[in-house]
């Protein structure tokens, strides 16, 4: 049996960003208002761990800042724009 995914920007709001050192795990909320009063501000993911204080994955942040701003550049087209991970599921 073949299965298909298909995804709405809009259901990919929250990111986990995992501490190789610890463990933990933090979830952000790309609907969140991190300034209150800024909400076009730049998103601005943790740098470092906020149970140990290592740091992410250098790389980390940069790509969830990215991810953020396509997620609010998208999201707002609801189902008039969606993602899988094959081909045209109307194929
Ligand atoms: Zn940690």
Known sequence: M???IVVSM???RFATL?????NTRVTLDFDAE???GT?????????????CANHFDSALPGAV????????AVAKLNDAL???GDQDPEA
Do not use: G, I, W
């Open 2 to 4: 073949h299965k298909q």
């Open 10 to 12: 809009k259901d990919l």
């Open 18 to 22: 995992l501490c190789s050192h610890c």
């Open 34 to 36: 991190f300034e209150p």
């Open 39 to 51: 909400r076009h501000a730049p998103f601005n993911a943790p740098v470092e761990c906020p149970r």
């Open 65 to 72: 800042n990215t991810m953020q701003k396509a997620y609010r």
């Open 82 to 84: 969606t993602f899988t």
